[in-house]
């Protein structure tokens, strides 16, 4: 079941000490699973995957005990350093060119929620009502507009972005990269028996329910051929004027990075800046914009600024300028300030296992950074 996410600061701590990484690393995949549903604020910046590890370590928990679920956090990290690596170059196949790609669209019964698998359209309709999905529903949607009905991965990405409120393009563009083939070896598949499997259903007859050698020449199946090409539009609120005392540092937030207890105490200007371009280069519903202008309301004496940087530098002088590190933030001048990263690993990794090899190493030599 999917459980709600509060946007109250506090209740979002209280879910890090609820988390239970044993149990996760045991059912993870099952999607009545003991999942920790604090993606939404990681990949809002709320909470780093640094704050949760040292959470449980404070709490007792041996890392070399909870090496799955830690390397679940890990692999939020390491996309965003294949985004900080190669920037716009994640918008493109990534390694190799999506094989056997037929369309640039998304198959219409995949948006109506109508495929005809239950477990499917079931999570497409709590993407719709909730902007959540479990990872591995989406995994299979992304199998299904990808691998079956030979969509290039772009479009179907940028819809499932658009609904998700843990919505993280780096994650989010090369996991479906990753189904997809275009930054793996080999295209990702699943059929009716694994999805039966995870999903606790006992569906059959469906498009998917055949042997897995079938995928090798698969034909495109009738429910999926209706295409279709969704549109994508955030608005944004009006932007009001806000105030700067130049006495201060201003502290730049953004859809990113909205972590109430950055630099916390500190006298100074806090300004989200929502900019137009970014949203859109990435655009979300308003479902995903209304579950963000509420976490901004943890942010103390924070004052949202709609525009581009350069508007509000012209605009306000602000003077002494402070921001985190993000991909998106290049154009941004200032102090740059690096994340909460878990460990030492930094650069462009071509796999997760070179990347985890050498969070292990900080691990083995306990320099995990808490």
Known sequence: MIKD?????????????????????????????????????????????????????????????????????????????????????????????????????????????????????????????????????????????C????????????????????????????????????????KYVANQENINKFCRTNQRGTFLDVPYEVFDDFKVPDVLRDLEEPSFFTELPSSSNVEIDPSKPTLIYNYYNLDPAWREGQRANRIVLLEPSAFAKHPVSNRVLNFTMELIQNIPTAQVFVGEFADFLEKYNPGYLVYKEHPLNAHYHGQEEPRDWMFNAKGYYPSFHGFWKECLKDMALSLIHI
């Open 147 to 186: 691998n079956m009905a030979k969509s290039h991965w772009r479009t179907p990405a940028r819809w499932m972005y658009y609904h998700l409120i843990d919505g993280d393009w780096a994650s989010n563009a090369l996991s479906w990269q990753w189904v997809a083939g275009s930054n793996s070896s080999k």
């Open 5 to 145: 996410f509060p946007t109250k600061y506090d209740e979002i701590l209280a879910r890090i000490e609820q988390i239970d990484p044993v149990k996760y690393g045991e059912t993870r995949n099952f999607t009545d699973g003991d999942v920790t549903y604090l993606s939404p604020y990681i990949s809002r910046g709320v909470i780093s995957t640094k704050q949760v590890l040292r959470s449980l370590i404070n709490r007792g928990f041996n890392p070399k005990h909870i090496e799955k679920f830690i390397q679940e956090l890990a692999w939020r990290d390491y996309w965003q350093q294949v985004w900080i690596a190669k920037g716009d170059g994640i918008n493109s196949d990534l390694k190799r060119d999506q094989p056997y790609v037929e369309n640039e669209f998304l198959s219409h019964s995949i948006i109506t929620a109508e495929t005809g698998v239950s477990a499917i359209d079931h999570g497409i309709m709590h993407l719709y009502s909730r902007g959540y999905m479990h990872n591995h529903i989406r995994m299979y949607v992304a199998a299904i507009a």
